[in-house]
């Protein structure tokens, strides 16, 4: 039997109402002001909800419903009036994206935008420019919270290699960790100049420290110093067809070519922080040639995203 459409968004406002209760109150007590509260809880709300200290971000997975245009959007903003009410939040600080079911993940570096609504978050001490307005995700992958911390803690007087750097989370954890030198590596030039810009507020950057570099980081650790890097980390899109780069990135496919290259640029005894978020993912151990490899996904999955996570992130020792 089909609800009624007033009887299904009772059902949207409980979840909601439920979750939140929850999340919200651990995350208080942990001190974290950004975290997922839902995510794809029911099939007829298919959202994914983050909280950005005060300002919601919404991705809605695209799918069959069977609207017309005007009914769709006079749908999303009936959702959006139930989560700011259950919320106590203004409508206007709903920021909602259209996540598309794509066989690839090169969409982050697909600017949708030119608001440029941004704010500054804090995580954990540091604080980070996230935009809510012009790209599929706001800057900051919060289910790596915990991975951060991990690296601060790992990294003092090395050498660090953030490889595929997005917008240099990994990069500013690292500097405040005490390392003594930070490479930061990516395809697009928006995201280096992002990295920078994050690394300057939190008064962390040094010309002397820190090489950002906008390339293809499979080309790049071609010509990488061979056994210089202490410390590295890894966390390459799902698939990239960027006209950019030299060829189209699998990371299932490609993923032993990238850590063999990896392992060349790492000082022995060093560590390799590898992640990728391909839901199918199997690392293929035999063919790598490390030292030690470990499994720290269920380490480095925070209390927001369990159970709802299909990142996976292992620790490699050369």
């Given at each position: 039997m089909?609800?009624p459409?007033?009887?299904k ?26 975290f ?9 709300f ?8 005060g300002?919601?971000?919404?991705s809605e ?9 005007e009914e ?5 903003a009936?959702?959006?009036?139930v989560i700011?009410q259950?919320?106590?939040i203004?409508v ?10 794509l066989?690839?993940k090169d ?9 440029k609504i ?6 954990q001490?540091?604080?980070?420019i ?16 915990i991975?951060?911390?991990y690296v ?9 290699l953030?490889?595929?750097?997005y917008?240099?989370?990994f990069s500013v954890?690292?500097a ?18 992002w ?5 300057q507020y ?6 002397d ?13 071609k ?6 890097f202490?410390?590295v980390?890894v966390?390459?899109?799902?698939f ?5 780069m ?9 993923h ?9 640029t790492t ?7 590898f ?7 199997v ?13 720290i ?21 050369k």
């Amino acid at each position: 039997m089909t609800l009624p459409l007033d009887a299904k968004f009772s059902m949207f406002e409980n979840r909601i109402k439920k979750v939140w209760k929850h999340i919200a109150k651990v995350a208080h007590k942990q001190g974290i002001v950004c975290f997922r509260f839902y995510d794809h809880d029911l099939p007829e709300f298919p959202f994914r909800m983050e909280w950005y200290d005060g300002a919601v971000y919404v991705s809605e997975y695209k799918r069959k419903h069977g609207m017309e245009d005007e009914e769709h959007a006079e749908w999303v903003a009936q959702c959006k009036s139930v989560i700011a009410q259950v919320l106590s939040i203004d409508v206007e600080l709903i920021f909602m994206k259209e996540r598309r079911r794509l066989n690839h993940k090169d969409a982050q570096y697909e600017k949708e935008a030119s608001s440029k609504i941004e704010r500054i978050v804090k995580e954990q001490g540091l604080s980070f420019i996230i935009n809510l307005s012009d790209y599929l995700d706001t800057g900051l992958f919060l289910d790596h919270r915990i991975t951060r911390a991990y690296v601060r803690d790992l990294v003092k007087g090395k050498r660090v290699l953030n490889l595929f750097c997005y917008t240099g989370s990994f990069s500013v954890y690292a500097a405040a960790g005490g390392a003594d030198l930070i490479t930061s590596v990516d395809l697009s030039n928006t995201y280096i100049n992002w990295t920078k810009r994050n690394l300057q507020y939190n008064k962390l950057y040094s010309a002397d420290k820190h090489m950002l570099v906008q390339d293809d980081v499979m080309e790049w650790l071609k010509a990488a110093p061979k056994d210089y890097f202490d410390f590295v980390i890894v966390d390459p899109p799902t698939f990239s067809n960027s006209k950019r780069m030299q060829d189209v990135f699998d990371v299932q496919r490609d993923h032993v070519a990238l850590l063999k290259l990896v392992l060349r640029t790492t000082k022995v005894d060093g560590t390799i922080i590898f992640s990728n978020n391909f839901k199918n993912f199997v690392l293929d151990e035999a063919a790598i040639p490390a030292f030690k490899i470990k499994d720290i996904t269920k380490f480095t999955t925070p209390f927001d995203f369990v159970g709802k996570l299909h990142r996976h992130c292992f620790e490699i020792t050369k």
